[in-house]
């Protein structure tokens, strides 16, 4: 069975420090992965999408890393803002015919002044 | 460029009663899909449409939730009857083919809550 497993559930910060959200996966066969970005009463804005071939992608001040061995992804995030509060979530895609997505249950994150 | 478009924002019901959300994706979308995001999870799909055809809708639980996309081009999701556990939002993406590796716009949701 396809699954997203994201940690911590949930992170406070102070303003300005930089954290690291985690995610593991178990789709097969894999085709690609995504953060997005959830602010309360929103959907979902798109951070960034990784393939298989590449292990990192910055967006600003987010910055996305991939292992595909371990089958592991990371979110960097530099220098936060009370903007960043939000929920972040990582999605894999199998590599099939279509956008079939597999969401984890994302990681919310509280910036605080 | 407009977004994704859906309607309404909240709505209230009682169980056993029935309700519609409606979305309209972004112009020259021909993939849209319907997801349900209960508090604190990660969104689920309930059903896929390329254009007017159904491509996946294995989650929707077809004895009370529906959906059409008439035209390909707006789209409707109802439930009916509402139960307790359908509290949740709906949230409604679309994309530009459906391809893989494609990325997904979505919505600002339909939050339903069942009394």
């Known amino acids: 069975k396809n699954q997203v497993e994201q940690s911590p559930q949930s992170l406070i910060i102070l303003e300005g420090k930089n954290c690291t959200l985690q995610c593991n996966y178990t789709v097969s066969p894999f085709s690609n992965l995504r953060w997005y970005k959830q602010d309360t009463g929103r959907g979902p804005v798109s951070l960034t999408i990784?393939?298989?071939?590449?292990n990192t992608k910055s967006n600003g001040r987010y910055t996305a890393t991939l292992d595909a061995d371990t089958k592991q992804s990371s979110l960097h995030i530099t220098a936060s803002q009370l903007s960043d509060s939000a929920s972040y979530i990582c999605?894999?895609?199998?590599?099939?015919?279509?956008?079939?997505?597999?969401f984890g249950g994302g990681t919310r994150l509280m910036v605080k002044p | 460029e407009a977004g994704v478009a859906q309607s309404p924002r909240y709505k209230i019901i009682e169980k056993r009663q029935s309700v519609a959300f409606w979305c309209n994706p972004i112009?020259?979308?021909?993939?849209l899909y319907w997801y349900q995001q209960i508090l604190g999870q990660g969104p689920k799909l309930l059903i896929q449409f390329q254009n007017n055809g159904v491509v996946d809708d294995s989650q929707l639980p077809k004895d009370r939730f529906s959906a059409e996309r008439l035209k390909g081009v707006d789209s409707t999701l109802k439930i009916q009857p509402a139960k307790l556990e359908d509290s949740a939002v709906y949230l409604c993406?679309?994309?530009?083919?459906?391809?893989?590796?494609?990325?997904?716009?979505f919505g600002s949701g339909t939050q339903l809550s069942v009394l």
């Open positions: 112009s020259g979308h021909a993939t």
């Open positions: 999605v894999v895609s199998a590599d099939n015919a279509g956008n079939m997505l597999t």
């Open positions: 993406a679309s994309s530009l083919t459906g391809v893989t590796n494609e990325k997904l716009f």
């Open positions: 990784m393939t298989f071939s590449e």
